[in-house]
């Protein structure tokens, strides 16, 4: 089981730190690592997103497929960790995305370096 701590910048969400996000790694528990980061260093098996405004808006109304992301997405029990970007380019598409998960009953971790 994951060790995850509330958070209070999140609005209930559970954020992940680096000891957790590589914990994760080792388990045989399907994951999904969404990255939504302009820049940064590249995580090791995270999905890079980045999507343009057309495709932010059909995530934003739920009509984009989830999969489309990442396969492992529509896993049931598949570990889902969001890595943000607060400020910049995809910080809207960051929001919107973990906004999205939570309508589809997913509740993603939050890494936080």
Known sequence: QMDATPSSST???RELDA???????AESTPQCILDCRSEGTPIKRATRVSLP???LRRLTQGTYAL???NSNLVIPGAAVVIVPEHRGPNAEMSRSLRESLKKYGISPLVFTG
């Open 11 to 13: 609005a209930g969400e």
């Open 53 to 55: 405004a057309m495709l």
């Open 67 to 69: 999969a489309s992301l």
């Open 19 to 25: 000891a957790g996000l590589a914990r994760l790694s």
